[in-house]
């Protein structure tokens, strides 16, 4: 059974800082194209930011300087590092894991609070 599992969010002030996990069991990291994604109360999921197996990494516009994510393909595991969080920040984070063109799977989310 595939699962992916995000882990460290929580409650931080604004210029505040987290690293988010996110974890696969029962499929391997190493051949996917990872992404971190985030939803806002009423509002559409967005991209935060994307991995590829090579390590290519692309970013939304609004994270760009603030955010880093990275892969450890021995602990199967992807990160997101956020700097400088803002309020607007604030949401629930999802890790997807898409293995060519068909096949993709989500976590759960972990949600993160920033506040003012």
């Known amino acids: 059974q595939v699962q992916l599992v995000e882990s460290g969010g929580g409650l931080v002030q604004a210029g505040g800082s987290l690293r988010l996990s996110c974890t696969a069991s029962?499929?391997?990291?190493?051949?996917?194209?990872v992404g971190w994604y985030r939803q806002a109360p009423g509002n559409q999921r967005e991209m935060v930011a994307t991995i590829t197996t090579g390590g290519s990494t692309h970013y939304a516009d609004s994270v760009k300087g603030r955010f880093t994510i990275s892969r450890d393909n021995a602990k199967n595991t992807v990160y997101l590092q956020m700097n400088s969080l803002k309020p607007e920040d604030t949401g629930v984070y999802y890790c997807?894991?898409?293995?060519?063109?068909?096949?993709?799977?989500w976590g759960q989310g972990t949600q993160v609070t920033v506040s003012s």
């Open positions: 997807k894991a898409v293995y060519g063109l068909l096949q993709s799977y």
């Open positions: 029962g499929i391997s990291f190493s051949t996917a194209h």
